[in-house]
């Protein structure tokens, strides 16, 4: 990673509990695997970078973004946002409907 380099980071509530580092540790070990490649892809961003492209990634709305993950026929969404130079990963879920439900966004 360069000097300009960016982090993907797991949010963490004020009890210490990091939703998204949790849904991964509860899924399958080649599931996990799977997540953890896409969250890698944030990674390797440098600072100057424009966000990761579709398929990969894509706009949910204003600043938040969802890492468009999957596993075999399961489709993994996690819900994230910049601020400076980290990626923070906000929320996971599994999905299944066309669009991203309102409620997994106000969670994030």
């Not at 960016?6 to 949010?11: D, G, H, M, R, W």
């Not at 492209?53 to 709305?61: E, K, L, T």
């Not at 600043?63 to 819900?79: K, S, T, V």
């Amino acid at each position: 990673m360069s000097m300009a380099g960016l982090q993907a980071v797991f949010y963490r509530d004020s009890n210490g509990f990091e939703p998204v580092n949790d849904f991964i540790d509860a899924l399958d070990p080649k599931a996990q695997d799977a997540l953890d490649w896409h969250i890698s892809l944030l990674n390797a961003l440098d600072e100057g970078d424009p966000p990761l492209a579709f398929p990969h990634s894509s706009q949910v709305d204003g600043e938040l973004r969802e890492l468009r993950c999957h596993h075999g026929r399961q489709l993994f969404r996690i819900l994230y946002r910049r601020s400076e130079k980290l990626f923070v990963l906000l929320h996971a879920f599994e999905k299944r409907t066309a669009k991203v439900p309102v409620g997994e966004i106000r969670i994030a």
